[in-house]
Protein backbone atom coordinates (compact mmCIF):
# COMPACT_ATOMS: atom_id res chain seq x y z
CA UNK A 1 0.00 0.00 0.00
CA UNK A 2 1.48 3.07 -0.99
CA UNK A 3 0.95 6.91 1.40
CA UNK A 4 -0.33 9.61 -0.31
CA UNK A 5 0.62 12.83 1.32
CA UNK A 6 -1.50 15.61 1.14
CA UNK A 7 -0.47 19.72 1.50
CA UNK A 8 -2.72 22.24 1.84
CA UNK A 9 -1.72 25.55 0.09
CA UNK A 10 -3.66 28.00 3.12
CA UNK A 11 -1.03 29.89 4.39
CA UNK A 12 -0.43 31.22 7.96
CA UNK A 13 -1.22 34.48 8.41
CA UNK A 14 1.73 35.98 11.19
CA UNK A 15 0.80 39.55 10.85
CA UNK A 16 -1.62 41.24 13.46
CA UNK A 17 -4.37 42.58 12.55
CA UNK A 18 -4.42 46.61 12.86
CA UNK A 19 -7.41 48.63 12.53
CA UNK A 20 -7.82 50.37 9.21
CA UNK A 21 -6.79 54.20 10.35
CA UNK A 22 -9.06 56.59 10.46
CA UNK A 23 -10.32 58.89 7.34
CA UNK A 24 -8.53 61.93 7.30
CA UNK A 25 -11.35 65.24 6.77
CA UNK A 26 -8.19 67.12 4.94
CA UNK A 27 -4.72 66.95 3.66
CA UNK A 28 -4.36 70.42 5.08
CA UNK A 29 -1.36 70.61 6.97
CA UNK A 30 -0.23 67.24 6.33
CA UNK A 31 3.28 65.74 5.77
CA UNK A 32 2.46 63.84 2.81
CA UNK A 33 3.87 60.22 1.63
CA UNK A 34 4.57 58.55 -1.35
CA UNK A 35 5.56 55.13 -1.40
CA UNK A 36 7.15 54.48 -4.70
CA UNK A 37 7.24 50.35 -5.76
CA UNK A 38 10.19 51.31 -8.49
CA UNK A 39 8.15 50.10 -11.60
CA UNK A 40 8.40 52.23 -14.68
CA UNK A 41 6.60 55.54 -14.63
CA UNK A 42 5.01 54.85 -11.27
CA UNK A 43 6.87 57.84 -9.92
CA UNK A 44 6.00 60.25 -12.35
CA UNK A 45 2.27 59.18 -11.47
CA UNK A 46 2.80 60.09 -8.35
CA UNK A 47 4.50 63.39 -8.63
CA UNK A 48 1.70 64.25 -11.28
CA UNK A 49 -1.21 63.57 -8.26
CA UNK A 50 1.20 65.39 -5.77
CA UNK A 51 0.98 68.66 -7.94
CA UNK A 52 -2.88 68.26 -8.12
CA UNK A 53 -3.28 67.78 -4.68
CA UNK A 54 -1.28 70.68 -3.79
CA UNK A 55 -2.94 73.00 -6.10
CA UNK A 56 -5.92 72.14 -3.35
CA UNK A 57 -4.66 71.34 -0.02
CA UNK A 58 -1.74 73.32 2.21
CA UNK A 59 0.25 70.13 1.84
CA UNK A 60 3.32 70.17 5.02
CA UNK A 61 5.47 68.69 2.57
CA UNK A 62 6.29 65.34 0.92
CA UNK A 63 8.58 62.54 1.67
CA UNK A 64 9.32 59.79 -0.87
CA UNK A 65 10.24 56.50 0.29
CA UNK A 66 11.51 54.06 -2.76
CA UNK A 67 11.48 50.18 -2.91
CA UNK A 68 14.37 48.90 -4.13
CA UNK A 69 11.78 46.69 -6.23
CA UNK A 70 8.14 45.96 -6.83
CA UNK A 71 8.64 41.95 -5.39
CA UNK A 72 9.49 43.25 -2.12
CA UNK A 73 8.30 44.79 0.91
CA UNK A 74 9.35 48.31 2.03
CA UNK A 75 11.36 48.64 5.09
CA UNK A 76 10.42 50.30 8.65
CA UNK A 77 6.82 50.81 7.37
CA UNK A 78 5.86 51.84 11.31
CA UNK A 79 8.69 54.54 10.64
CA UNK A 80 7.98 55.79 7.74
CA UNK A 81 3.89 55.85 9.11
CA UNK A 82 5.21 58.23 12.07
CA UNK A 83 6.51 60.82 9.72
CA UNK A 84 3.49 61.24 7.77
CA UNK A 85 0.04 61.52 7.95
CA UNK A 86 -1.30 60.52 4.48
CA UNK A 87 0.24 57.76 1.81
CA UNK A 88 -0.28 57.88 -1.91
CA UNK A 89 1.15 54.79 -3.47
CA UNK A 90 0.42 53.79 -7.37
CA UNK A 91 1.44 50.88 -9.46
CA UNK A 92 2.72 51.76 -13.25
CA UNK A 93 4.56 50.29 -16.34
Known amino acids: MSVVSVLSPLGVNRVAARPIAPRLSTLDGVKLGVLNNSKPNSLMLQERIVERLAKHYGLAGVVVKQKSS ?3 GADDLDGYAREVG ?8
Open 70 to 72: AAV
Open 86 to 93: AVITAISD
